[in-house]
């Protein structure tokens, strides 16, 4: 069956920090993967996504990048924290047009 | 830009009895989905409904869709506490890659 591990699930980092935050996937191949952020008690935006090794779309410009080392591995990082870049961050998986499945957060405090 | 809308915000009910939520979305959809998340803790996939499904039951979920009014609507009959949630509402547009979640219902269910 397929799962996906996501790591840390709390982070505190201060303000001008790097930031690498890691998420894999077990048990299918060639998975499009996704990176959320979520604001308190809002919806989720959608940060990145990418259908391949490599491949990477960005949906909203800011401080934050993506990569796709591996077919199952999606890496979030920052090379400097702002405060504005606290919130939930979920990963998670898709094949084709069917429904999502997401790791179980990170919360990143930036302080 | 939000593709779907959930209302309301939040609903607050007896054990035992139905809760309702609804969803409207923007643009033509390829399916539109339904997905719950306990505080803290990543969503998991509810249901889905394709755009040429008007019905679809899962145990105690009920959902529709009106492809004509862009809207669909999420039923839990037989309400417990333990469907003390957030739910939202996804949908995936005909073109699109990814899905675009609404802001979410926060649904308290009081023994």
């Known amino acids: 069956s397929q799962t996906i591990h996501q790591w840390p699930a709390t982070l505190v980092q201060p303000v001008g920090s790097p930031l690498s935050l890691e998420c894999t996937v077990e048990?299918?191949?060639?998975?499009?993967l996704y990176w959320y952020r979520q604001a308190a008690g809002r919806g989720l935006q959608l940060l990145f996504y990418?259908?391949?090794?490599?491949?990477i779309s960005s949906e909203v410009p800011q401080n934050l990048s993506a990569s796709r080392p591996q077919d199952r591995q999606f890496i979030l990082s920052s090379k400097k924290l702002l405060l504005s870049d606290s919130g939930f961050y979920l990963c998670?998986?898709?094949?084709?047009?069917?429904?999502?499945?997401f790791g179980s957060g990170t919360q990143l405090s930036v302080l | 830009s939000q593709q779907g809308e959930e209302d309301p915000q939040a609903l607050s009910i007896q054990e035992g009895e139905n809760a309702t939520m609804n969803c409207s979305y923007k643009?033509?959809?390829?399916?539109l989905q339904w997905y719950r998340q306990n505080s803290g803790r990543g969503l998991v996939h509810l249901i889905l409904?394709?755009?040429?499904?008007r019905e679809k039951h899962s145990g105690r979920l009920r959902v529709t869709l009106d492809t004509s009014k862009k809207s669909s609507s999420l039923l839990i009959t037989a309400s417990r506490a333990a469907d003390t949630a957030s739910y939202f509402c996804?949908?995936?547009?005909?073109?699109?890659?990814?899905?675009?979640f609404g802001s979410g219902t926060q649904l308290t269910v009081l023994p």
């Open positions: 409904i394709r755009s040429n499904e």
């Open positions: 998670a998986w898709r094949y084709f047009n069917e429904k999502l499945f």
């Open positions: 990418s259908v391949g090794i490599g491949q």
């Open positions: 996804a949908a995936l547009s005909g073109s699109a890659r990814q899905l675009t």
């Open positions: 643009t033509s959809i390829n399916n």
């Open positions: 048990g299918t191949s060639n998975p499009n």
